[in-house]
């Protein structure tokens, strides 16, 4: 069973900054574009930011100029940056592999932002 696992969620003030981690599996790692998703209560999953294996990004636009998304080949690990977080961040965040050589779509368990005063 493949595995990501997150890490660096939490609770924050508006304005505050946090890091998200997704560690993955190397062969997994190697062969994916690697994304952030998240769920805030009665919406639906949004696409938050994603990074190819060849390293284009793209984000979601209310996130632009905020959140950046890098991947370590060598740790196998993708990595968000949460800053100037917002109320309207507040959302379960989810880390995706998706396939680019063989069709596959895996997910993390989540994990909580909170923003709030």
């Known amino acids: 069973?493949?595995?990501?696992?997150?890490?660096?969620?939490?609770l924050v003030q508006p304005g505050g900054?946090?890091?998200?981690?997704?560690?993955?599996?190397?062969?997994?790692?190697s062969m994916s574009a690697m994304g952030w998703y998240r769920q805030a209560p009665g919406k639906q999953r949004e696409l938050v930011a994603v990074?190819?294996?060849?390293?284009?990004?793209?984000?979601?636009?209310?996130?632009?100029?905020?959140?950046?998304?890098?991947?370590?080949?060598?740790?196998?690990?993708?990595?968000?940056?949460?800053?100037?977080?917002?109320?309207e961040d507040t959302a379960v965040y989810y880390c995706n592999a998706r396939g680019e050589v063989v069709s596959y779509n895996y997910w993390g368990q989540g994990t909580q932002v909170t923003v709030s005063s």
């Open 1 to 10: 069973q493949v595995q990501l696992v997150e890490s660096g969620g939490g």
């Open 17 to 29: 900054s946090l890091r998200l981690s997704c560690a993955a599996s190397r062969i997994i790692f």
């Open 51 to 87: 990074i190819s294996k060849g390293g284009s990004i793209n984000y979601v636009d209310s996130v632009k100029g905020r959140f950046t998304i890098s991947r370590d080949n060598a740790k196998n690990t993708v990595y968000l940056q949460l800053n100037s977080l917002k109320p």
